[in-house]
DNA sequence: AAAAGATGCAACCGCCGAGTG
DNA sequence: CCACTCGGCGGTTGCATCTTT
């Protein structure tokens, strides 16, 4: 902690002249670079709580910052937001991470959608201190690309997904401020999309234990009737109060405890 | 105790796609 | 159609701290 804000300090008066970088249509502008120091995120934390989130080229031009949009965007992002979680991955969030990362790859803030709370950056740096090294001790298996059968799958979603859109089914604009809105007041954000229903369900059938074994809705039809009888509500409320291993394929659904739900 | 290596994580960079004029 | 800006994402870097030797 100490030593953050001493490299907060170390870069305090650090000017560096950036010309036509990153965002911004200022032709030369002296963005400052390095680590916020409480006042930037104190001006930022403000700003956003009085305009709200989006157009960070006028937050950076507005605020008082002299911070590029986008480094106002990240740090909002991956650190001041409300609702984030501080501290350890649970055993039952890298549980997640390792199905979802199965299926969808180095897609990272597809992923975070699954963890409230944690950020893509987050999971990111988790996934390569945790799991990299593992990937080059077992080289055959977690090198590969996807499955054949699960890359098919993978494609055939896709498509499926361009087709829907093509047609205005989706609405996905629609879902999207929709799942904005949930993430805001840290709710449960499972369903946003029909992709990631869709998504479940390949999760279900290629990797059968985790959705059992979190005790997660497999279908559409589980999940509205889970919403029917409120028992979703607390779902992704995974505390620290978890001390059981998911490790070895996580066989056992008694173990886990889902947001206040002993299962 | 000191050096070396590993880990954690904030922040930056470059690229891409959507939106707009 | 093109050029430009903005927002977002994944990859990467840099550095303090922790752990091991």
Redesign the pocket.
């Known amino acids: 902690m100490?030593?953050?804000i001493?490299?907060?300090h170390?870069f305090e008066s650090e000017i560096i002249m950036?010309g036509l970088?990153?965002?911004?249509?200022v032709p030369v502008q002296g963005w400052?670079?390095?680590?916020?120091t409480p006042e930037e995120d104190k001006l930022l934390s403000e700003y956003v709580s009085s305009h709200g989130?989006?157009?960070?080229?006028?937050v950076a031009r507005c605020s008082g910052l002299n911070?590029s949009?986008?480094?106002c965007?990240?740090?909002w992002?991956?650190?001041l937001r409300p609702g984030l979680k501080r501290g350890?991955i649970t055993t039952m969030e890298e549980g997640i991470i390792i199905e979802l990362h199965a299926l969808w790859g180095?897609?990272?803030?597809?992923i975070a959608r699954y963890l409230p709370g944690r950020t893509?950056?987050?999971i990111?740096?988790?996934w390569?201190?945790?799991f990299k090294?593992n990937q080059k001790q077992q080289k055959p298996k977690a090198q590969q690309p996807l499955e054949p059968k699960l890359q098919q799958q993978q494609q055939q979603q896709q498509e499926d997904h361009e087709i829907k859109l093509e047609n205005g089914k989706m609405g996905e604009?629609q879902g999207k401020q929709e799942a904005i809105s949930m993430e805001d007041q840290c709710l449960p954000v499972m369903y946003q999309e029909i992709d990631d229903h869709q998504a479940r369900q390949q999760v279900a059938s290629m990797y059968p234990t985790i959705l059992e074994d979190l005790c997660l809705p497999v279908t559409y039809q589980d999940h509205l009737q889970g919403e029917d009888q409120g028992l979703w509500g607390g779902l992704w409320n995974l505390d620290d109060t978890i001390d059981h291993t998911i490790s070895g394929g996580g066989n056992s659904s008694q173990n886990y405890y889902n947001g206040g739900y002993i299962f």
């Open positions: 100490c030593h953050r001493w490299r907060q170390k950036v970088m990153g965002w911004g249509s400052r670079k390095g680590p916020w989130e989006g157009r960070w080229s006028s911070r949009g986008k480094s965007r990240l740090r992002v991956n650190y350890h180095n897609k990272w803030s597809t893509d950056n987050e990111k740096n988790y390569r201190t945790h090294k604009a």
